[in-house]
């Protein structure tokens, strides 16, 4: 072929290139693309091998693990240790995220008000934010000790007994939940307060017109506009708090008497303790299951509310 019609054809092919590859919108999704990569790696992957491995039961005598389709699943459903650990975890789930939730909304509330001081007090509610989670609970444990935690003398100096708290059965899982809420309801009301501060300043002045409270305010004008980050909030919370692990792995290992003992410290013993990788990743399935059910009802309730 003629070298001069090459040289024509070559930027004309490249031209056309770039208008079908700008025309056809793939700009976004080779931008997206890393992320994608990630959940499939990060995400999508441990799932099917969890999958994968909760068909399978150790074999102690041979290093190949030996193929038991659902037989850890079965297992499991007949074991009255996981099903303490679902109780505890049900329980824990079901005080700590509608508190969470509320109070992180209340705060967002008061973050949102435009008064003298509020940027110190944003920069002083971020503190526990900035804690990692294990170092929190590290300290927590530290100052709810019943021999010298500061908790228990500040109670001592008012005129009270000393508490047990976490080596009590009746106050280590509510001690949990104080620790995780201590640094998660900071946390989940940045998300709101970026929800509350795109509120329409004069639709709040339009309402306060026609006489509507402070009450009528939040309910009609406030609620209904930040419905996409409440959302996120209440999803991604579930998640986070079925997934808590860090405060019963490094204060209560579980008890006292298994009180604190949730699925997923459950499923971290069978699988570092007693070497049962077949049943800790049944644990981690249902789970998985477990999780997913309740975000779909959560979805179902909000969609019914507007």
Request: hydrophobic share 55%; net charge positive; no cysteine.
């Amino acid at each position: 072929m003629n070298k001069k019609v090459i040289h024509i054809i070559k930027p004309i092919s490249f031209t056309v290139m770039l208008k079908l590859f700008f025309e056809k919108n793939i700009v976004p999704y080779l931008f997206l693309f890393p992320a994608f990569l990630l959940i499939i790696v990060f995400k999508l992957y441990p799932i099917i091998e969890a999958l994968k491995e909760s068909m399978y039961a150790p074999t102690f005598l041979v290093s190949q693990p030996r193929f038991v389709g659902l037989e850890n699943y079965i297992s499991l459903f007949t074991d009255s240790q996981f099903w303490n650990s679902v109780r505890v975890t049900l329980l824990m789930n079901v005080v700590i995220n509608p508190l969470q939730i509320i109070l992180a909304l209340a705060l967002a509330i008061l973050l949102n008000y435009r008064i003298k001081g509020i940027e110190l007090f944003r920069s002083i509610h971020y503190i526990p934010i900035a804690v990692s989670l294990p170092i929190a609970s590290t300290l927590w444990g530290i100052m709810l000790s019943q021999e010298y935690g500061i908790v228990n003398s500040i109670l001592t100096a008012m005129g009270f007994e000393p508490q047990p708290f976490l080596g009590s059965k009746d106050q280590a899982l509510w001690a949990i939940i104080a620790i995780a809420s201590w640094r998660g309801i900071g946390y989940w009301a940045i998300f709101l307060l970026a929800g509350l501060q795109e509120v329409p300043q004069h639709l709040y002045e339009a309402a306060a017109i026609d006489g509507a409270g402070g009450w009528q305010k939040f309910r009609n004008v406030t609620l209904p506009l930040i419905k996409r980050p409440l959302l996120f909030v209440t999803v991604a919370d579930t998640i986070a708090n079925f997934l808590l692990f860090a405060p019963m792995y490094i204060l209560t290992k579980g008890g006292p008497e298994k009180s604190t003992n949730v699925l997923m410290y459950e499923s971290f013993n069978s699988a570092f303790v007693y070497s049962d990788m077949g049943r800790a990743s049944a644990i981690v399935v249902i789970l998985l299951v477990v999780i997913l059910l309740i975000i779909a009802l959560q979805f179902q309730l909000l969609k019914a509310q507007h």
